[in-house]
């Protein structure tokens, strides 16, 4: 069975501190997307990571992918408020996205 | 810059009664997939069109869920009748068919459509 598991699924952070988030998935991709979701809103799309040891940055977070491990991550640099919200990898085994649950992640004062 | 249009955003309805929700995807994008992602959760397909033929629906519960795309273009998402487990969040997404330029199967999704079934 296909899984996608997401560590943790809860992130309460403080102001100005690192953080990494765990995407860990059970058969292989082609490729791992990270999408970052609002509440009540639609996806954003945040990264796509097409190759073993792909690393791409925007910002404040930093993705990276090993496809051996079958493991990405989501590095959340010197955290500010505007980063909460649940994010979410994805791998694309069949073409169509299998997500993981999501990390629910409050950046707090 | 280009998106995926849904309607409606937002929808309440009595168990029983039937709803149906409308997708637009991006202009030249021929796949197109409907997911659910209910309250704590990440989306799940429900069916994936390629222009307007339906290539996965191993998901859709397809007593009471059905789904079309007759031109190719845009979708319809219908359920009859709405159970009180439906209530949930229905995203439609796009991307250009599989094959065609380096971000092939990137899904562009769009705001969703919120259901409530009371």
């Known amino acids: 069975e296909l899984k996608v598991e997401q560590n943790p699924l809860f992130l309460s952070m403080q102001e100005g501190k690192n953080y990494t988030i765990y995407c860990n998935y059970s058969?292989?991709?082609?490729?791992l997307y990270w999408y970052r979701q609002d509440p009540g809103k639609s996806l954003e799309s945040l990264f796509v990571?097409?190759?073993?040891?792909a690393v791409k940055q925007e910002g404040r977070l930093m993705a990276s992918l090993d496809t051996k491990a079958r493991l990405s991550t989501l590095h959340i640099t010197a955290a500010v408020h505007d980063l909460s919200a649940t994010y979410f990898c994805?791998?694309?085994?069949?073409?169509?996205?299998?997500f993981g649950k999501g990390t629910k992640l409050s950046v707090k004062p | 810059e280009a998106e995926v249009a849904q309607s409606p955003r937002y929808k309440i309805t009595e168990k029983s009664q039937a709803v149906a929700f409308w997708c637009d995807p991006i202009?030249?994008?021929?796949?197109l997939y409907w997911y659910r992602q209910i309250l704590g959760q990440g989306p799940e397909l429900l069916v994936q069109?390629?222009?307007?033929?339906?290539?996965?629906d191993s998901q859709l519960p397809k007593d009471r869920f059905s789904a079309e795309r007759l031109k190719g273009v845009d979708s319809t998402l219908k359920i009859q009748p709405a159970e009180l487990g439906d209530s949930a969040m229905y995203l439609c997404?796009?991307?250009?068919?599989?094959?065609?330029?380096?971000?092939?199967?990137?899904?562009?999704f769009g705001p969703g459509t919120r259901l409530t079934v009371l």
């Open positions: 202009s030249g994008h021929a796949t």
């Open positions: 069109f390629q222009d307007e033929s339906v290539v996965d």
């Open positions: 997404a796009s991307s250009l068919s599989p094959g065609q330029g380096a971000g092939r199967n990137e899904q562009f």
């Open positions: 990571l097409l190759s073993n040891g």
């Open positions: 994805a791998v694309t085994p069949l073409g169509n996205l299998i």
């Open positions: 058969t292989t991709s082609d490729r």
